[in-house]
């Protein structure tokens, strides 16, 4: 088995990863960085974010309002010390990136253009036209290719990492393409691997989005943490889930129901003035509610409400939003310009992950996460649209330097329990490659999966649904070493790939139903009809859960309050 050294191992190569690289490289001009992805890294799920990234740019705004409307977002559930240091990097970011070559979108007089997003007070939004996850990546990769320190190992599966002694040394990789599983040793490692949003059936995530990264702290001993709070974006295509970008409303498009109503307007959803630009939970809320109460159109994906652009005008459409009218057109017929965008809440976004700190770290030694695999609680129990690919940026950064402060003075690992574990781990991967004696199928076990995730975690929960959903799953779970496989051959194995991502899926599912199960509240993203007000008395706290053989354990962490206590979440 190949062993190749590196002083730092970067899992994923996303917005999140490949800043993580440059900072760690920035920082240290001899050390040696391993950029691990399990796809090229434009194909990283990053490249397909649309509407922009958040931070402070005009004069009507401030770091004091990009916070509170973060901290109000998370339904008081963010971290207010991380939400701090957010706002702060967070300008100094997206300017970085524009030095690096990031094409924002600009203002008549040249500054930069912002546009408003859901649940932000004034327009913060940086945009590269709606193509902005593929204008950040680009500039991202092509920064990082100035760098022969950062070793790219695209293609390359991350199936194990390898701990001793409470620090971490390296990680197991399939290579995709040839089968071959290699040691790739380090002093520090950074997941930056992504969310799993892919637990669901109806979703805008791309396929990769498996959890990988979570499952392998998790397997460790990692917490997950807060993974009840599930975001469901309120404009997804009916039939695919393709998302249709936020920033749709943001440029003042409106949601109607099947009259032509402007729902958000004529009725109370507690939104106010807001409407449209409400934040994504509660719109996803009013949206489900319009169906139940038969104000839905009837459509052959099932019922939905719809997006209306035509007033914004053909000039406009074109110049902000390409992309939206590109995908209606091809998706589902419809040219935005003329018609209105059948669309329905749809999976999008993790809130929870690898429980860390503000510096990145976890509780083992040299392990860092960053950007959605990553729950530094800056989103709390909802996030607003937009923070996401900036946190990829500042704790991207933030960890990839903590992560070379660490390995500069690493302690060394006993070799010969790092190679046993290693050996281990090439044995249950070649156990399982083309396995035939099972009698379970990958294909069965993921759509049973992605149905108990739906019936137990939808918009709305309740205790029986989710109780159910957590037994499914744990059932699930004892299937799944009974799975069989087909495939024998090393090149491209895409049957052996996709039975290691149900396992993870399968630990992610795990941690969201048990962890919804214990939250008897409504916060945010976590609408339970059987309890539908907040309890901050009794459910103020992080929830973390530990995974053990015999089950999960659920363990709490209190949350960082500052200058903003709990009042009730009005707009
Ligand atoms: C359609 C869509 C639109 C969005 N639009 C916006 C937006 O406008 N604004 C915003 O703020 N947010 C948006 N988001 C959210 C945001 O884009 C993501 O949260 C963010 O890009 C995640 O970046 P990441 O670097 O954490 O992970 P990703 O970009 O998902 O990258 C994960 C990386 O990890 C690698 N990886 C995973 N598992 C393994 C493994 N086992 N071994 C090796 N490598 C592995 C993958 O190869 C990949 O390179 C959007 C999300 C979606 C789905």
């Known amino acids: 088995m190949d062993v190749v050294q590196h002083d730092i191992i970067i899992v994923g190569g996303g917005g999140a990863g490949l800043r993580a690289a440059i900072a760690a490289v920035e920082a240290d001009p001899k050390i040696s960085v391993a950029l691990v992805s399990k796809v090229y890294p434009m194909r990283s799920h990053t490249v397909s974010a649309e509407g922009g990234a ?8 401030s770091l004091e309002l990009h916070g509170y409307d973060t901290v109000k977002g998370s339904d008081f559930l963010g971290d207010q010390d991380v939400i701090q240091y957010f706002v702060e990097h967070a300008p100094k970011e997206l300017t970085r990136l524009e ?14 253009a912002t546009r408003a997003f859901g649940g932000m007070t004034t327009k913060r939004t940086w945009y590269a036209a709606d193509k902005v996850g593929f204008h950040m990546l680009h500039t991202l990769f092509q920064t990082s290719m100035k760098y022969d320190r950062i ?13 001793d002694g409470g620090a971490v040394h390296g990680v197991v990789s399939l290579d995709i393409r040839t089968g071959a599983l290699k040691t790739i040793r380090g002093r520090a490692v950074v997941l930056c691997t992504g969310g799993a949003g892919k637990i669901f059936p109806f979703t805008t995530n791309g396929t990769i989005k498996t959890g990988d990264g979570m499952s392998l702290a998790y397997r460790e001993g990692v917490a997950l943490k807060d993974m009840e709070f599930i975001q469901y974006h309120p404009t997804g295509l009916p039939g695919t889930g ?54 839905g159109c009837v459509g052959p994906y099932g019922e939905y409400v719809n997006l209306d652009l035509t007033h914004l005008g053909e000039a406009k459409i074109n110049e902000r939003l390409p992309f939206v009218r590109l995908l209606s057109k091809t998706y589902v017929g419809v040219d935005p310009v003329k018609e209105p965008i059948p669309i329905r809440p749809v999976v999008h976004y993790m809130m929870g992950g690898i429980d860390v700190d503000i510096t990145g770290a976890t509780k083992i ?29 500042v704790f991207g950064a933030r960890s990839g330097e903590e992560a070379l402060r660490y390995a500069k003075n690493a302690g060394s690992a006993n070799e010969a329990v ?24 990958i294909s069965v076990i993921r759509r049973e999966l992605n149905q108990a995730m739906e019936n137990g975690c939808g918009v709305y929960r309740e205790q029986k649904t989710m109780q159910t959903a957590v037994a499914e799953v744990a059932q699930l779970k004892g299937r799944f070493a009974d799975l069989g496989l087909q495939d024998e051959s090393k090149v491209f194995n895409t049957e052996l790939i996709n039975a290691l991502e149900l396992g993870n899926m399968l630990d992610c599912a795990e941690a969201v139903t048990v962890s919804s199960a214990s939250r008897k509240e409504s916060r945010g993203a976590h609408a339970c009809a059987d309890y539908p007000n907040r309890d901050d008395q009794n459910y103020l706290y992080h929830t973390l859960c530990y995974f053990g053989a015999a089950g999960p354990r659920l363990d709490k962490k209190a949350v960082t309050l500052g200058k903003w206590q709990p009042e009730e979440r009005k707009y």
């Open 418 to 441: 790092l190679q046993e574990q290693a050996k281990t781990e090439v044995a249950r991967i070649e156990s399982l490659r083309g396995r035939k004696k099972g009698g379970e199928r």
């Open 242 to 295: 393709i998302l249709i970008t936020e920033a749709t409303r943001g440029e003042g498009g409106f949601l109607r129901d099947k009259d032509g109503v402007r729902f958000l307007v004529e009725r109370d959803y507690g939104l106010g003035k807001k409407a449209e630009l409400g934040p994504r939970d509660m719109i996803s809320r009013a949206i489900h509610q319009e169906i139940k109460a038969g104000r």
């Open 99 to 112: 030095h690096w070559g990031c094409p924002w979108s600009r203002n008549e007089d040249g500054t930069v």
């Open 54 to 61: 958040a931070a402070v740019a005009r004069s009507d705004d």
């Open 365 to 393: 030694a040299g392990l860092y996460a960053a950007g959605e695999t990553a729950c530094a609680s800056l989103n709390g129990a909802n996030r607003l649209g937009s923070n996401s690919l900036t946190e990829c940026l």
């Open 151 to 163: 070793v790219r190992y695209d293609e390359h599966f991350v199936t194990k990492l390898l701990v």
